[in-house]
């Protein structure tokens, strides 16, 4: 599944803010989100298979944690529209000083 079709569902992309604090295990985003445990985990399998999401093992407990790298193909895909609304603020800043 292709990184933006991943980002389109709000508990994934909620998942990702937790994560992007800290760490977390499957249990501490169950109580995060409201959302019940095969749910939490069923985001986390995609998140996964997408490469947005690393695990890692410690005796019996899966931490689960960010990894941003597949978000750099969306950075660079918004980079234009980041252009575009700069320059239509700009254009904003000097029509209101003008005025």
Known sequence: MAVYDVLTD?????????????E??????V???????PG???HLRVLRE???V?????????????DPAPLAEVDRWL???RRYWADRLDLLE??????
Not at 54 to 66: F, N, S, T
């Open 10 to 22: 709000a508990s994934r992309r909620r998942i990702l803010d937790l994560l992007r604090e800290r």
């Open 24 to 29: 977390r295990s499957v249990n501490e985003l």
């Open 31 to 37: 109580a995060d989100l409201g959302l019940s445990q």
């Open 40 to 42: 939490v985990s069923k």
């Open 50 to 52: 997408a490469g947005l």
């Open 54 to 66: 690393r695990v890692r093992v410690d005796a019996q407990r899966r931490w689960y944690g960010l």
């Open 79 to 81: 980079a234009p529209y």
């Open 94 to 99: 000097r029509h209101l000083d003008a005025t």
